[in-house]
């Protein structure tokens, strides 16, 4: 049984451009969470999404970003015109349920805007 | 609002001590504790989860424990290891949110 997969590890993206993160979850995970870690800060929570719905997103900045996970397909978080603040490392989390339930991490992706 | 509390902020000890890495919450309402470490500019490695239900977990040299009423976690290492050396990063899931400590670099001296 695979891990979390996210793709790509490494993103260099130039300010003004649009970067795409992928997250698949694990087989029959059907809960996916996205957290960011800002260099040198603790990681924050931004989206919790089901297959097609967005549960929560009370920590995603209300402008340049979005996420979605379709009913087919990886998860996909996505930050137009990218600025210097956005360089960070994304995290994809999943689980199988949403309470009580322990989620798995991936790799991360490091995304630097220059 | 959850806020999730780490001390020390970093801790370096000759190898082979036995440690204690403290971790406290303000809302006991928690579903579960988990306990990560991160290398440099590595992802997160899932060590142990306490289910809220219970009071503690052990892997190998790891020994977690969970104490809601007080809102304390403590993460014991027994005879440490430099390869011990990372950052270890407590969450609480208190709703489907991680709520995550700042972190406690450990450097295990050789």
């Known amino acids: 049984n695979a891990g979390v997969m996210q793709n ?6 130039r300010r003004g451009q649009e ?3 992928r997250c698949s979850p694990m087989k029959g995970h059907s809960h996916v969470y996205w957290y960011r ?3 040198e800060e603790g990681l924050k929570f931004m989206v919790y999404l089901q297959k097609e719905n967005i549960i929560d997103e009370s920590g995603m900045p209300k402008e340049r970003f979005s996420a979605e996970f379709p009913k087919e397909g990886p998860s996909i978080l996505r930050i137009q015109q990218v600025v210097r603040g956005d360089s960070a490392a994304y995290f994809c989390a999943s689980s199988p349920r949403a309470r009580e339930g ?6 991360g992706t490091r995304l630097t805007v220059t | 609002k959850q806020e ?3 001390i020390p902020a970093a801790l370096s000890v000759p190898e082979g001590e036995n440690l204690v890495l403290n971790c406290s919450f303000t809302d006991s309402a928690i579903y579960n504790l988990q306990w990560f470490r991160q290398d440099p500019g590595k992802g997160l490695t899932s060590l142990l989860l306490i289910q809220s239900s219970q009071r503690e977990q052990t892997s190998g040299r790891l020994n977690a424990s ?7 976690s403590t993460l014991y290492i027994a005879a440490s290891q430099p390869g011990d050396s990372a950052t270890y990063l407590c969450a609480s899931d208190s709703n489907y949110q ?4 700042a972190g406690t670099k450990l450097i295990i001296k050789p």
Do not use: C, N
């Open chain 1, 102 to 107: 322990e989620q798995y991490f991936g790799p």
């Open chain 2, 66 to 72: 969970l104490d809601k009423s007080s809102g304390r």
């Open chain 1, 8 to 13: 790509p590890r490494h993103l260099v993206r």
């Open chain 1, 19 to 21: 970067a795409r993160l």
């Open chain 1, 37 to 39: 870690q800002l260099p």
């Open chain 2, 4 to 6: 999730v509390t780490q």
């Open chain 2, 98 to 101: 991680l709520i995550w400590g």
